[in-house]
């Protein structure tokens, strides 16, 4: 089962309708103000949850009376909607890729904590990203096949998630690495790029954040 959630950060709505039309998702999950990025985009949540303290009363007046179930939250809690939401996602049966709409913008905190909660679904080796218009942001603990024809964008950055991630090596890439050491707090692996239609990453140890962009 292919799950979108849709949170409540920035959407460019022409980009992401294109998204959905390829995606084919089986079920949605919105999340508190990502209810009203959902209406918009013409999608009927199989799901509510959060503290519905972002969305407007008659967008939720009118769910409501969709009989849609909501799983509803108190603010005053140790975790983010969208945390809870991917909670709640990777809960469910058969699941075997999970989306995030929404879940950049102008919070850089969401943002980042959003990168953060991928970690849940990598433990449960479900596939799962982050997308916008621009980026399509994942969790790699191990080794990845690409195509260039299907990347999002021009761009690869690879960023240690964990202290370090050894062994790094690059094949198909503009800026081939081999046997590389990547560590926090430096950038060594931002904005690379395919040269051949097939590269590979491969990596000994640690946790990449894999970010494909586009300008």
Same mark, same amino acid.
């Given at each position: 089962?292919k799950? *979108?959630?849709? %949170?409540?950060?920035?959407? @460019?709505?022409?980009? %992401? %309708?294109?998204?959905?039309r390829?995606y084919?998702a #089986? =079920?949605?999950?919105?999340?508190?103000? &990502?209810?009203e990025?959902?209406?918009r985009?013409?999608?009927?949540?199989?799901?509510?949850v959060?503290?519905?303290?972002t969305?407007?009363?008659?967008?939720?007046? +009118?769910?409501?009376?969709?009989?849609?179930?909501?799983?509803? =939250?108190?603010?005053?809690?140790?975790? /983010?909607?969208?945390?809870?939401? !991917?909670? =709640?996602?990777?809960? !469910?049966p #058969?699941?075997?890729?999970?989306?995030?709409l929404g &879940?950049? &913008?102008?919070?850089? #905190?969401? %943002?980042l904590?959003?990168?953060?909660?991928?970690?849940?679904?990598? +433990?449960?080796?479900?596939?799962?990203?982050?997308?916008?218009?621009?980026n399509?942001?994942?969790?790699l603990?191990?080794?990845?096949?690409?195509? +260039?024809?299907?990347?999002?964008?021009r761009?690869?950055?690879?960023?240690?998630?964990?202290e370090?991630?050894?062994?790094?090596?690059? /094949?198909?890439f503009?800026?081939?690495? @081999?046997?590389? *050491?990547? *560590?926090? &707090?430096?950038?060594?692996?931002?904005?690379? @790029?395919?040269?051949?239609e097939?590269?590979?990453?491969?990596f +000994?140890?640690?946790?990449?954040?894999?970010? @494909?962009?586009? #300008?």
């Amino acid at each position: 089962m292919k799950i *979108v959630i849709v %949170a409540g950060g920035d959407v @460019e709505y022409a980009s %992401a %309708a294109g998204f959905l039309r390829d995606y084919g998702a #089986d =079920h949605v999950v919105a999340v508190d103000g &990502g209810l009203e990025r959902a209406e918009r985009l013409g999608l009927t949540p199989d799901c509510v949850v959060g503290d519905l303290d972002t969305v407007s009363r008659p967008v939720l007046d +009118r769910y409501r009376k969709m009989g849609i179930p909501f799983e509803t =939250h108190k603010p005053e809690k140790d975790y /983010t909607d969208t945390e809870l939401a !991917l909670i =709640h996602s990777l809960s !469910l049966p #058969d699941v075997s890729e999970i989306v995030i709409l929404g &879940g950049l &913008g102008r919070r850089f #905190d969401h %943002a980042l904590a959003n990168v953060q909660i991928l970690l849940h679904a990598l +433990r449960k080796g479900i596939p799962c990203s982050i997308v916008d218009a621009c980026n399509r942001i994942s969790l790699l603990d191990g080794p990845a096949d690409l195509e +260039r024809s299907r990347i999002w964008g021009r761009y690869i950055s690879l960023i240690p998630f964990t202290e370090q991630v050894t062994g790094v090596t690059l /094949t198909g890439f503009k800026y081939p690495l @081999e046997e590389a *050491v990547l *560590v926090q &707090g430096e950038s060594l692996g931002i904005s690379n @790029e395919l040269v051949l239609e097939r590269g590979r990453i491969s990596f +000994r140890e640690g946790i990449l954040i894999y970010i @494909e962009s586009r #300008d």
